[in-house]
Every structure is written in structure tokens, then in C-alpha cells.
């Protein structure tokens, strides 16, 4: 399996809503990341786990709470949401240590705050 | 931080013309990576490249890592009408620190 899997493809919430993304891989990575990317624009890093320990946070805002229950999952609850959050979602995985490695991407969430 | 700069920013091509694009780092890394994305999906990885000075293909895709390792170059060969959407680049310099992304060339191509 050499996938990164994503659900819901599609979502739209409300500003006063709960819901979470899921991310699974089955590829023995121990690096996940979650990145936010609006439109015409390069991914940007919000989250990074190594060995299921949040490792980086880039100053995301607290209503984004990421959380890694084993090494093959990772969620992102979101919470009190802004419509300016609307956008694509997407996790990513890949091999830590030594090695130089690329990350394999899932399809991402479209997220839609109304 | 580390910045990297992508150019041409965007492109209309004819098919069946040859395409280059290219990314500069203010800082040395030890991987570059080049990702295709089409509309509404993530990063697909395209080649990713180890070593400085390193000449990698796949298929009618070909990228080189810079001899001074911060800069890289992609070139597509005959482009078809798929080869359409944005490609980035992307660079780490450690097993350890997150990659960093160019801000894309998007890649349009008239049949």
C-alpha cells in the first residue's frame, strides 16, 4: 500500500461547528504532516508528527487541534472555524531519519466555512 | 527561513514543445523533490533527487540537482495535453526538517 488516504474529500461546516479530517497510511512512515493550501498557492506546513509526537506547530490557531492516535493515523479536529480557513487540506507522510526522503501526499479535504 | 524561488511563475505552451522550470534556494539542501498537482488533488511526486549534480528521468520528465546543491531544474519533453497543471518544487536538508515548496509553475498546454 503505498497510499495516503483522506476523508471526507469534501466538507462544509459551520462557523460554530465540530468536525474532523482523517488521514490514514500504511506505508510504515513515521513522519505525518498536515498542510493548508488555498488556491494558486504552495502548500503551507501546519502541523508535523515524528514518532507520533507533535514535533512542529506553526502557529496555528487553537480552533485547528491535531491529534495522532498511532502511527498510521492522523486527525485534525477543527473547532469555532472562519470562512477565511476554506481551503484544501491535505496530509502527507513519510520516512524519518537519516535518509533524505520525499513525502507521499493523500488527495485532501476541501474544506468549505459557511 | 528558507525561501525558494520558482520560475516561470506560468506557461502556455503549444503540444508537443519541450518545457523548462526552475527553482533557486537562498540555502544549501540535501533533496529536491519536483510534484505535479492537478485541480482539487494533492501533490503527486514526479522525481526526487539525492544527490548534487544528479541527472534523474522518468519517462519524458528529466530534473538535475544543482552542483552547488540550491538550485534545480525540471524539463518535460513533448508535452501533451495531460501534462497540464501546477508543478512544484520542494527541498529539505535533513531527514529531519520539513520541506520547503517553491510556489509553482502552473503549466498550460494548447492542443
Known amino acids: 500500500d503505498t497510499e495516503v488516504t483522506q476523508t471526507p474529500k469534501h466538507l462544509v461546516m459551520g462557523m460554530t461547528n465540530k468536525k474532523s479530517l482523517k488521514c490514514e497510511q500504511h506505508m510504515g512512515h513515521r513522519a505525518m504532516y498536515w498542510y493548508k493550501q488555498k488556491a494558486k498557492k504552495p502548500p503551507e506546513l501546519m502541523f508535523v508528527y515524528s514518532y507520533e509526537k507533535l514535533s512542529i506547530n506553526e502557529s496555528v490557531p487553537s480552533r485547528f487541534s491535531p491529534e495522532c492516535p498511532n502511527s498510521s493515523l492522523l486527525n485534525l479536529h477543527l473547532h469555532a472555524l472562519q470562512p477565511e480557513d476554506s481551503a484544501l487540506y491535505l496530509c502527507a507522510s513519510s520516512h524519518l531519519g537519516q535518509g533524505l526522503y520525499g513525502y507521499t501526499f493523500g488527495s485532501g479535504t476541501r474544506l468549505t466555512v459557511v | 527561513g528558507q525561501q525558494l524561488n520558482q520560475s516561470p511563475q506560468s506557461m502556455f505552451i503549444q503540444e508537443g514543445e519541450d518545457v523548462s522550470m526552475n527553482c533557486t534556494s537562498s540555502s544549501i539542501f540535501n533533496t529536491w523533490l519536483w510534484y505535479k498537482q492537478d485541480p482539487g488533488e494533492g501533490p503527486v511526486l514526479l522525481i526526487a533527487?539525492?544527490?548534487?549534480?544528479e541527472l534523474t528521468s522518468n519517462g519524458r520528465l528529466t530534473a538535475q540537482f544543482g552542483i552547488t546543491r540550491k538550485d534545480s531544474f525540471l524539463n518535460i519533453s513533448a508535452s501533451i495535453p495531460s501534462d497540464v497543471g501546477i508543478y512544484f518544487c520542494a527541498g529539505r536538508n535533513s531527514g529531519n526538517t520539513p520541506l520547503v515548496f517553491g510556489k509553482g509553475t502552473r503549466l498550460s498546454v494548447i492542443a
Open positions: 533527487l539525492y544527490k548534487a549534480g
